[in-house]
């Protein structure tokens, strides 16, 4: 059985960003996988798509993952299975939101997921706790993030859509699934960058390795310097810069990671901390959805 695209990827392009580096005028450009759908962040239908086909394949016609209340890989899991006509519950952490949906979970709702709240301490237990035991007869696993095999090497098919021409990849890191596939579909030429908006986020880096072929090979890194006071916080100079990037180039920005990552790279490139020759490459992951419903 066929999986149905809900995204439309002939939307993504590249954009160049002029005057970006203001001061040494590296090239930066812009892969703009937001385009692709309005809830389906582009990092996550491609981490999806692989378990969805994987599901369907072997005739699952129930689904279940996992996120927090405002986690954009629940809102494209919704979206993606609804449009395979599939069903699917979505594994909520922390109770209190049961009694009042937020935009993300009640949209997640309104395309038919059916949600389970659980607590902070159930939710650690995934898939082992007694509370999600019980919904997995007959079901998909889909972990937390899409972060498995399968949503490495779906994360990976972005790697076709950058030409060898740019020097570095810029990409935003929560689980690290996707910079994991992206890093091994890349060809050795090209350096990854990782920028993780969590305090203290290289702490990902022992679990980033244990999935990279060649983990040796120096083409990747991890940055935590852009966290800006930790994971989902938007302190106003993030917001007044998002928005000044907004008026110059016509490109939203979701706050919780590509705005890190694009304040951080242009603070870097101020600093001189590219060759003049690069051509940076910047991967817009999407998650807008975030943008009306954070904080
Ligand atoms: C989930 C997400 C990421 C991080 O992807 P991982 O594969 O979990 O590292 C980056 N950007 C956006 C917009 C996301 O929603």
């Known amino acids: 059985m066929a999986i149905i695209k809900p995204v439309d990827e002939s939307l993504i392009r590249i954009d160049a960003l002029p005057a970006f580096d203001p001061v040494h005028r590296v090239a930066v450009s812009m892969l703009r996988l937001d385009r692709m759908h309005p809830f389906i962040s582009g990092n996550k239908w491609y981490k999806l798509s692989l378990n969805l086909q994987t599901a369907l394949d072997a005739g699952y ?13 629940l ?3 919704a979206a993606a299975a609804q449009t395979n006509d599939l069903q699917i519950t979505g594994v909520v952490r922390g109770a209190e939101f049961a009694h009042r949906l937020n935009p993300v979970l009640q949209a997640c709702a309104d395309m038919g997921m059916q949600l389970a709240f659980v607590s902070r301490e159930e939710y650690d237990l995934r898939e082992k706790s007694a509370a999600v035991t019980n919904l997995l007869h007959n079901t ?3 972990p937390e993030g ?16 950058i030409p060898g021409s ?3 990849i810029c990409v935003s890191v929560g689980s690290g699934t996707t910079f994991e596939g992206l890093r091994n579909a890349l060809p050795a030429s090209q350096r990854l960058m990782g920028y993780v908006p969590i305090k203290g986020g290289r702490y990902l880096e022992t679990s980033v390795r244990s999935h990279l072929d060649a983990p040796d090979r120096d083409n990747w890194q991890l940055s935590d310097a852009w966290a800006m006071g930790g994971f989902g916080k938007c302190p106003p100079e993030l917001n007044a ?11 939203e920005l979701d706050r919780v990671y590509t705005a890190k990552m694009m304040f951080g790279l242009q603070a870097e490139l101020t600093q001189g901390a590219f060759p003049v020759n690069a051509r940076i490459l910047c991967i817009h992951t999407g998650g807008l959805t975030g943008n009306v419903s954070n904080i």
């Open 140 to 142: 998909y696993l889909i």
């Open 166 to 168: 740019f020097s570095h």
């Open 146 to 161: 899409g972060a498995n095999e399968a949503g490495r090497k779906g994360a990976g098919q972005i790697a076709s859509l």
């Open 75 to 77: 809102i494209a899991a």
């Open 61 to 73: 016609r129930r689904l279940l993952t996992f996120g927090g209340a405002y986690s954009n890989h």
């Open 241 to 251: 810069w998002m928005q000044s990037f907004n008026d110059q180039y016509g490109i």
